[in-house]
């Protein structure tokens, strides 16, 4: 089993930043690529941002892509979302996932249905 909290969320004004983290816990997720989602109300789940196991490669959402970066700690079983100039649009709630298949090569997936454990998410409220 594995645990994945979020944490960082709040209410920012436009133009503003925030550094979201996952910190995982239960089996180790050092090995498996993460994933950052985020549903905003009334609409569904769309994909972020995703990270390989070692942290060397990424991939973004074209529409965060230039304004978010995402990183991770393997040594504090942690992931974080770096969001800079935040829209209103990017408020939803924000949540971390992991990868079904460790060690992944080749693409970094941005399916739901690849992930299979989730956090309980955390808000993200950006005011224009």
């Known amino acids: 089993q594995v645990q994945l909290v979020e944490s960082g969320g709040g209410l920012v004004q436009a133009g503003e930043s925030l550094r979201l983290s996952c910190a995982a816990s239960?089996?180790?997720?050092?090995?498996?690529?993460m994933g950052w989602f985020r549903q905003a109300p009334g609409k569904e789940r769309e994909f972020v941002a995703a990270?390989?196991?070692?942290?060397?490669?990424?991939t973004y959402a074209d529409s965060v892509k230039g304004r978010c970066t995402i990183s991770r700690d393997n040594t504090k079983s942690t992931v974080y979302l770096q969001m800079n100039s935040l829209k209103p649009e990017d408020t939803a709630v924000y949540y971390c996932?992991?990868?079904?298949?460790?060690?992944?090569?080749?693409?970094?997936?941005?399916?739901?249905?690849?992930?299979?454990?989730w956090g309980q998410g955390t808000q993200v409220t950006v005011s224009s």
């Open positions: 996932a992991k990868d079904k298949i460790g060690y992944r090569v080749g693409y970094l997936p941005a399916s739901i249905s690849e992930y299979d454990y």
């Open positions: 239960g089996r180790t997720v050092s090995s498996y690529v």
């Open positions: 990270i390989n196991w070692s942290g060397g490669r990424t």
